[in-house]
């Protein structure tokens, strides 16, 4: 199911609004599984961003299997690609996946791997798109944070997505903001592919530093 959104809780009658950046993400599994519930376990890296960052809002527009090259839901669902009709502006938009582009939907709605020529070539395909959108949009190309959490499962071919994510983030190519995680080690996941709590703080202690880092 696609998480389509998740705005941080309205301040009480006697506090004031908050006036921090508006956020969107856009993201799989390491983003939909977790909820805008502070101080539980449930709790998701990018609502505790969107609270370290007083943000005004944040949307989240993630689902479990997706990426940049394949549906989600089990080839149910969507790619990143079929959501860019749904983003509007923001000041902040961080493009969370990586980790299933290793593979696409077949024709009959199976889950296949790909080639490691047509991994890069959808990512930069889709990459490609995005920015055109957030020209369209009005959002600055550094606003546009690209990451790639990656956990010790599977991890020689993470080193590749996050190549590929890296060299067509960069500033020949489409001018994002590509935002360098380190291999969440077995404390910060609960299966050496998703963060715990406690990769939740971590993967939000970098996003914050990268975005108040932004120009």
Known sequence: MLSTLALVSPAAADEPAATGPSITVVGDSIT????????????????MLAIDLGASSIRTYAEAGSGMNI??????????GARLKSLTK????????????MSTCDANG?????????????IQRYLARLGQRADALGIPRSHVL????????????????QAYLRLFSNR???????????????????DNK???RDGNLYLSAVMNRAIRSVP
Do not use: M
């Open 32 to 47: 939909s599984w977790f909820r805008d519930e502070p101080g539980s376990v449930s709790q998701g890296w990018w609502s």
């Open 71 to 80: 549906r989600g839901n089990n080839c149910h669902g969507t790619t990143f």
């Open 90 to 101: 923001v000041d902040y938009l961080i493009i969370q996946g990586g980790r299933n582009d």
């Open 110 to 122: 199976l889950k296949k791997t790909l080639t490691p020529a047509k991994q890069k070539a959808g």
């Open 146 to 161: 690209v990451v790639s959490p990656w956990g010790k499962s599977d991890r020689a071919r993470g080193y590749k997505i």
């Open 172 to 190: 020949k190519h489409e001018r994002f903001t590509f935002v360098e995680t380190r291999t969440l080690p077995s404390r910060l996941t609960f």
């Open 194 to 196: 998703h963060p715990n």
